[in-house]
């Protein structure tokens, strides 16, 4: 069956470090990815997208990476901030629709 | 309105009761998607509308959840006779391609309980 696994369900990590969250996936052959930021009684909010096509994809402190054979990608936050916790949720094409991870859970403590 | 915007933010329906939940998409989104967050659970995809055509509802759970956009703009999620396991955020969400590979705008969503 189809499965999205975000394997942290909550990810704790001191401000100034990188946090790196993990998006796997089965049965899936998705066209593109996105990541998902969520804040409590919030909806998501788009992050960035990466194509099958792309290895890694950056935006200010943002980069995500796109492994096609692995079946992962991998989200960091470069010099964290407190600023920066929530939930991130990962995404997949899933041809007619997007199917959403479960999120990971992050705090950045000060 | 610059975002997507959903009411009522809040109801609470006595099992049984028909509910209408509301989204107002961004003006000139072609896409319209609508989901259920159960709590610390990612969104679940219910139904996709190009326009005013849904093109796919293969996510509703059940032939009590019924939606429809019937001028391409505002969409209205109607849940008939209501049950405690619909209890959930249900999110709407607008593109401004008809692909679907572009980021989606969500709402704040409408948080339901049923008891």
């Known amino acids: 069956s189809q499965k999205i696994e975000q394997n942290s369900e909550a990810l704790n990590i001191q401000e100034g470090k990188t946090a790196t969250l993990t998006c796997n996936y089965t049965n899936y052959s998705p066209a593109y990815l996105q990541w998902y930021r969520q804040d409590p009684g919030r909806g998501p909010v788009f992050l960035l997208l990466?194509?099958?096509?792309?290895k890694e994809k950056r935006k200010e402190r943002l980069k995500v990476t796109f492994d096609t054979t692995l079946k992962q990608s991998l989200f960091h936050i470069t010099a964290s901030q407190p600023a920066d916790s929530a939930t991130y949720l990962c995404?997949?094409?899933?041809?007619?629709?997007?199917?959403f991870g479960a999120g990971t859970r992050l705090t950045v403590k000060p | 309105g610059a975002g997507v915007s959903q009411s009522p933010r809040y109801k609470v329906a006595k099992r049984g009761q028909d509910v209408a939940l509301r989204c107002d998409p961004i003006s000139g989104h072609v896409s319209l998607f609508w989901y259920q967050q159960a709590l610390g659970q990612g969104p679940e995809f219910l139904t996709y509308f190009q326009n005013e055509a849904q093109l796919d509802k293969s996510g509703l759970p059940s032939d009590r959840f019924f939606a429809e956009r019937p001028e391409g703009s505002v969409s209205t999620l109607k849940i008939q006779r209501t049950q405690q396991e619909d209890s959930a955020v249900y999110l709407c969400?607008?593109?401004?391609?008809?692909?679907?590979?572009?980021?989606?705008?969500f709402g704040p969503g409408t948080r339901l309980t049923v008891t």
């Open positions: 969400a607008s593109s401004l391609e008809s692909e679907h590979s572009y980021e989606q705008y």
């Open positions: 995404a997949l094409d899933g041809g007619n629709d997007m199917r």
């Open positions: 990466i194509r099958e096509n792309e």
